[in-house]
């Protein structure tokens, strides 16, 4: 297995949760945010002149690629501001601006509307990864920082953990910022458990609490983060979305076929359509008992 050394570059790929609806439940406002996460964006790239930078933004209805574009930005020249620093600061925020203007608040009580197509933005993420990998002569350590505002979506729990098990099987780490919301992300936290990177939440009311976490835990890379004690999570939440009504559950069935997962027992599952034999299973004569059980080939897991 190759290890990381100091001198190796780094991929990033900061994935930004920019839908308004969920950033008006913050104490942070989200362009407040924005002058924090730049400054991070900066410091990285500074770091090293061969790392590389992603950006990608996620709202309720699109995602969008911000850093690089084709798009052309007038960045006039500034001789005190350092000459990757400028284009960088310029398409992150005009691209965030663009995005937010097309998007109209509705409900924000609503839960469907402070949910972001987070899991079409990872599978871009890992588009990009791949592509840079492929393109690389020498080795190069992909990460992936996830700055999450909304909550989470059941109806993307397949997808999602398809993207977490992918970014696994390659090597990236997936570091997650919850920039507000009063719960955890559940699907996040098993996300940065799965890729090895860090759950991080962060307390809007102080105004530099996000830059500061971002400075002091997800900054490091690869080889910095071997020889350093990153903060852990103690409790993670590894329950899975039900297939049926897409519901958080504790225990559930799992069809022995596709492995769909449902909150109740069903002759049929909705997922690849299998149907279920229920046979009946005696007791031992032995026991005294003549009453039959029917079972079914849909084994119950408990979700803890």
Request: net charge neutral; proline share 4%; aromatic share 6%.
């Amino acid at each position: 297995m190759v290890e990381p050394v100091e001198s190796d570059p780094s991929l990033l790929v900061v994935v930004l949760d920019v839908n308004p609806t969920a950033w008006t439940r913050s104490p942070l406002a989200l362009n407040k945010a924005l002058q924090q996460i730049v400054i991070f964006i900066n410091a990285y790239l500074a770091l090293n002149p061969e790392n590389k930078l992603v950006v990608i933004g996620a709202s309720k209805r699109n995602c969008q690629l911000l850093y690089p574009s084709d798009s052309t930005v007038d960045a006039a020249h500034d001789i005190q501001v350092y000459e990757q620093f400028r284009p960088v600061d310029v398409k992150v925020l005009s691209g965030v601006q663009a995005m937010v203007s097309q998007v109209t608040v509705e409900n924000i009580n609503s839960l469907d509307e402070q949910q972001s197509l987070m899991s079409r933005a990872l599978s871009m993420a890992l588009c990009h990864i791949h592509r840079v990998s492929e393109s690389q002569t020498g080795k190069i350590w992909s990460r992936i920082l996830v700055l999450s505002a909304g909550e989470d979506a059941p109806r993307e729990y397949i997808s999602l953990m398809n993207s977490i098990f992918a970014a696994q099987k390659m090597s990236v780490l997936m570091d997650i910022c919850k920039a507000c919301g009063q719960k955890d992300s559940v699907f996040l936290q098993q996300a940065a458990d799965i890729t090895g990177g860090n759950y991080l939440k962060v307390n809007a009311t102080a105004d530099e609490s996000l830059l500061q976490t971002l400075m002091f835990t997800c900054l490091a890379d690869h080889y910095t983060r071997s020889i350093i004690n990153a903060p852990g999570s103690a409790l993670i939440d590894f329950r899975a979305t039900c297939f049926c009504h897409r519901r958080v559950i504790d225990i559930g069935y799992v069809c022995s076929v596709c492995l769909s997962i449902f909150c109740k027992m069903a002759p049929i599952c909705s997922t690849c359509h299998t149907k279920f034999s229920f046979k009946v299973v005696r007791p031992d004569r032995a026991q005294g008992n003549s009453l039959a059980t029917p079972t079914a080939d849909m084994s119950s897991l408990e979700l803890k």
